[in-house]
């Protein structure tokens, strides 16, 4: 089974313009949450979908946002980057939101704005 | 407050010894889940082991294991007999009913040869 997938591995952009980035889950997986991940901040929780509804969504500006499609597949978009946009973006997949539902990550997008 | 503390930032331990991450937690729900995953330098996260809040027994894994201690709200994961492919990045997360996943900032782990 192929695991959570995540287009583009590496991106370059540069202050004002706006980015996709692409996640698509595990076979069967419908819910898919964002993480942003900074050196010393960890993981901080952009946003989760669940059959194509956000359930959760983290503490962000609104240019950052997201989407999921029917076939759970989903993407963020950032507008207006500032430099301290870049991170690695993670996304990671389960089955549903549960308590007992591990999550599953992809190896991430690493976005540098300059 | 922090929903997840981890307050090391780095650890060392030499080859073939034990080792425990520490991790306190911090909820109201009595439903919760504590994970803790690996992020080698490769930058992915790799899922290492799960307690449930209800769960009476401490979860093993291998040479994971999670000292779960409720009352205390802390969840330390220990790995026995440390190899230097366990030198990573370790996060302790936890998600409390419906709610997302909360993560600490993570502890460094060296084995030392």
């Known amino acids: 089974k192929a695991g959570v997938t995540q287009t583009p591995r590496y991106l370059i952009k540069t202050r004002g313009q706006q980015v996709t980035l692409s996640c698509s889950p595990i076979s069967g997986h419908r819910s898919v949450s964002w993480y942003q991940q900074t050196p010393g901040q960890g993981l901080q929780f952009l946003f989760e979908?669940?059959?194509?509804?956000?359930?959760n969504k983290g503490n962000f500006p609104g240019r950052f946002s997201g989407r999921q499609f029917s076939n759970s597949r989903s993407e963020m978009n950032v507008s207006t980057l500032e430099l301290g946009d870049s991170a690695l973006y993670l996304c990671?997949?389960?089955?549903?939101?549960?308590?007992?539902?591990?999550?599953?990550f992809g190896s991430g997008t690493q976005l540098s704005v300059l | 407050a922090q929903k997840i503390t981890q307050t090391q930032p780095g650890m060392f331990v030499q080859e073939k010894e034990a080792v425990t991450l520490d991790c306190t937690y911090d909820t109201s729900d009595p439903s919760y889940g504590l994970f803790w995953y690996k992020q080698p330098s490769s930058g992915e996260m790799i899922f290492l082991i799960y307690?449930?809040?209800?769960?009476?027994q401490n979860a093993t894994e291998g040479r994971y294991s999670l000292n779960f201690q409720k009352a205390r709200k802390s969840a330390n994961l220990v790995i026995s007999a440390s190899q230097l492919g366990d030198s990573a990045m370790y996060f302790c997360?936890?998600?409390?009913?419906?709610?997302?996943?909360?993560f600490g900032t993570g502890t460094s782990l060296t084995v030392i040869p």
């Open positions: 979908y669940f059959s194509e509804t956000q359930r």
């Open positions: 997360a936890m998600r409390e009913g419906r709610n997302q996943f909360y």
């Open positions: 990671a997949s389960s089955l549903r939101p549960a308590t007992n539902e591990k999550l599953f």
């Open positions: 307690q449930g809040s209800y769960d009476q």
